[in-house]
């Protein structure tokens, strides 16, 4: 496959501020030791720390979404990278692996729209390569070039396509192999990142419209793309949200079904839980926790084991399904559109809640945690105290649903169609404005 290096990429470094060399010169001229201090910290300014990994949506297979530590708000850009989406596409969650962090979108051209990934400098905003993974014609209402779906699995980039699943190389994203799971490629646009584990992806069949799709889930050889098996869905619902995966087995979520655990080594069935999900699942110490629609909505905590539940909660009726929660220090952490909201991992008695009765601020997205911050998507990007929900920061208006990205020093979230922004927290400030 050839790779795309002829749409230059743009990289926009605090497009709004004055330059460092006239900002320390207005240092020099101050005698304000306070200013000076900052000053001085602008001379031994450091590159940012992004030795770090979040290879998939949700960091790893278990999707608990959670660092120890991440930058603190309020936040600022450190740069933004503007893609050749010429047609944009859905939200993408960015990843991070290596150094790099990946993004995808779609690129318009002429007849057909291509599904572009960039490979990013995770500490400068700089290309490293972009390839096509997928073209498709002209789509019809509702169907997708691709799905937000990225995944790193060891030298591997995954991204689910309107052709397929695609695996690419990641020293220059030239494909590996590609695997039809989609029939005649009508895509939808729910978010169906494939599950990895022990060099095995996991993955449904996502051909859209429920009376084409088939209820299967594949798994996958990561070296090889041959097929290891298949599980058959024995239930009417077919579509199968991106599954977490932890010790060998693989927790899958049916839309409107229930999740069925899986042995990820063999495809048998350990156990199988009827219950109306409408979101990812994500796994730690004893339980499985997923979000599930009724009137009102909330979330369910099953058991790894049996999958009996353990609790569920729901949330008041302007509340609506949360796609997706973080889990952290025995605390659920999830967005249930008005309102952010935590609860206790073990019980599920409510800790704290954000917004709600006609709040205006809408939380969307599968949240993720940094040290004391929760961060989360919507009708903008927010930064909450995970302790007691108290929003902190509040990035400017525009509509994100994808999840972010953490390394220590810097949060990476898709703030619109083919646009990827790194963000930094405020170390230094001048006359009331960041500097850094």
Not at 6 to 32: D, E, K, N, Q
Not at 168 to 186: C, F, K, P, T
Not at 255 to 266: E, F, L, P, Q, R
């Amino acid at each position: 496959m050839s790779l795309e290096k002829t749409y230059p990429a743009t990289v926009r470094t605090h497009p709004t501020m004055p330059s460092r060399r006239a900002l320390l010169a207005t240092c020099a001229s101050t005698g304000a030791s306070a200013v000076l201090a900052g000053c001085s910290d602008l001379r031994g300014g450091s590159e940012p720390d992004v030795d770090a990994a979040w290879p998939q949506r949700g960091r790893d297979g278990t999707r608990t979404g959670t660092r120890s530590s991440g930058p603190a708000p309020p936040l600022t850009d450190a740069w933004t990278y503007d893609g050749d989406a010429g047609f944009g596409g859905i939200d993408c969650s960015p990843v991070l692996a290596d150094g790099r962090v990946y993004l995808a979108y779609t690129a318009d051209r002429s007849d057909e729209r291509a599904a572009v990934v960039d490979a990013i400098d995770a500490a400068t905003g700089e290309r490293r390569w972009s390839t096509t993974a997928a073209t498709t014609a002209e789509p019809i209402q509702r169907t997708h070039a691709y799905a937000d779906s990225l995944a790193v699995a060891g030298d591997a980039v995954l991204l689910q396509t309107a052709t397929g699943l695609v695996a690419l190389e990641v020293e220059d994203g030239s494909e590996r192999w590609h695997v039809d799971n989609v029939g005649d490629g009508q895509l939808g646009s729910t978010p169906v990142h494939p599950g990895v584990g022990d060099g095995v992806v996991f993955a449904g069949y996502y051909r859209h419209g429920r009376s084409e799709s088939r209820p299967l889930i594949y798994a996958i050889d990561l070296e090889e793309g041959a097929e290891r098996f298949r599980f058959e869905i024995d239930w009417d619902e077919r579509l199968v949200y991106a599954p977490a995966v932890r010790d060998g087995v693989v927790y899958a979520a049916v839309a409107g079904g229930g999740v069925k655990a899986i042995d990820a080594a063999d495809g048998t069935e350990r156990w199988s839980e009827r219950l109306p999900v409408y979101g990812v699942p994500a796994v730690t110490g004893e339980s499985v926790f997923v979000g599930v629609d009724g009137d009102p909505s909330g979330v369910v905590a099953l058991s790894t084991d049996t999958g009996e539940r353990r609790w569920s909660r729901t949330d008041g009726s302007e509340s609506t399904v949360p796609f997706g929660v973080a889990v952290a220090d025995g605390t659920v952490y999830y967005a249930a559109m008005d309102r952010l909201v935590a609860r206790d991992a073990a019980t599920g008695e409510r800790r704290w809640t954000t917004g709600g009765q006609g709040s205006e601020r809408i939380f969307y997205g599968a949240p993720v945690v940094g040290g004391d911050y929760l961060y989360g998507t919507g009708s903008s990007l927010f930064a909450a105290d995970r302790a007691t929900g108290e929003l902190q920061w509040q990035g400017p208006d525009g509509w994100t649903v994808g999840s972010p990205a953490l390394a220590d020093d810097l949060l990476y979230v898709s703030l619109e169609h083919g646009t990827l922004a790194a963000l930094s927290e405020c170390r230094t400030e001048l006359f009331g404005r960041c500097l850094r």
